[in-house]
């Protein structure tokens, strides 16, 4: 895949943003047909089962957390999301990279009045590598605020040199290392002292947030009565990824087997997605 259909353009301070803070908002690059036939494409989705589906809402409680993970390998349309919308060309231009390859897609539904928060973590503890030039470029299908579960990050703290233990939305042990540090609470108001400095936007559908695998985030529950929050997170990788499999990592598709401590190359599990000219 070279190139996407039309090129991105992104200013200089926000590259310079997003390797200072390691997350940085833009604005207006997925045009409506993108959001409209993603949005359609998630319900169709949901309403299907398919997949590694978590549910991040106890019994009980009202509203719905929703993830899933790994679409593009089995659904056309968030195949076609991955690789040719302008996803793949705004990680190029962030990592200042010449080629990125495609990494995964995972889905984050949360319906009116739910709880459930997502815990605060970084992304790299979850994934079977190391390295920074990772990005996820989190593009919101609906206008999100704080109130309907908007993502807020530490700023800088991809540089504090922190590796924290991952949770995911039910809390699986089995994807949980007990011997890395818990990850602090940053909606406490207790922890937001001294030099930790919290980032969030308000969002339009068409925007999207990108961050660096170390950066520290998450966000509260969906507190509106009416508005949904859905958000599709599609992951690309540069040159220094390398693969690193520890047994809390989560399992990619087929189970692949590389060797630690190189970067894969292997078109089907990870396509070019984009390419300079």
Known sequence: ????????????????????????????????DWIDRM?????RVIATGKGQVREGTKPGEPGRFYANIFMATWDAAFREFALRSPAAEIAARLLR??????????LFVKEPNTQAPTF??????YWPFRGGDIVSIWVALTDVSVETSGLEYAAGSHRWGKWYRAITPDQDPARMDMSAPVCPDFSDPRNRTGDVRILSWDMKAGDCICHHPLT???SGGNRSKTQRRLALSVRYM???AIWDPRPQAVKLPGNPQFPAGKRPEDEAMFP???TAA
């Open 216 to 218: 520290v985030h998450g």
């Open 39 to 43: 949005y359609a494409a998630t319900d």
């Open 97 to 106: 990279q010449k080629r990125v390859n495609f990494f995964y897609d995972q």
């Open 238 to 240: 540069g040159a220094d």
């Open 272 to 274: 070019t997605a984009w």
């Open 120 to 125: 605060w973590h970084q992304d790299l503890p």
């Open 1 to 32: 895949m070279s190139g996407t259909p039309a090129a991105v353009e992104i200013a200089d301070r926000d590259i310079r943003a997003y390797e200072t803070d390691g997350v940085v908002c833009l604005r207006g690059l997925f045009g409506r």
